[in-house]
């Protein structure tokens, strides 16, 4: 069983916090979906070429769950947990950018409009800072300067 790699995230206001559920007795946490969506796709970057059906898998999987909250009305939650994942660090705004990077072009701008949102709402910088701002373009800025940052200079 693999460790859901943004479960330790925390909000202040508990938007994206665990659901607890119980049936007959035995405790059960669920992953917030926002969290568990973010969570398919930065594991879908992780996997190595013997096992694209399953990167493939995730990224369809991740794909229906962000159509999902446009549908539902609820692209800013998916906004909060994307931000808070960014803020994680480069090595975490790398795995979103690549995993946001292969996913279809109406989904990516479903998750910018969510990142958009859930910046005005918080009103926290702009989305642009969050590798959200110009689509697919503003991805590929990020990892750009994600990969030039890191690599060391001669």
Known sequence: MRKCCVSS????????APRY??????SV???APE?????????ATKWNVFSADKARKDINQTS???????????ASDLGFAWMEAW?????????????????GDETVAILAKG??????????GAPHEYGLGAG???????????TAASTPSP
């Open 87 to 103: 803020e994680r660090g480069p090595r975490w705004r790398r795995r979103l950018a690549v995993g946001a990077m292969r996913l």
């Open 21 to 26: 559920s119980t049936t007959r007795g035995i």
């Open 136 to 146: 697919r373009t503003g991805l590929l800025e990020s990892v750009a300067v994600i």
């Open 64 to 74: 229906a769950l962000i159509q999902a909250f446009e549908v539902t009305r609820r």
């Open 9 to 16: 995230i925390s909000s202040s206001t508990n938007r994206c």
């Open 115 to 124: 990142g958009v949102e859930a910046a005005k709402l918080e009103g926290r």
């Open 35 to 43: 969290r568990y969506t973010i969570h398919k796709l930065i594991i």
């Open 29 to 31: 946490i669920v992953p």
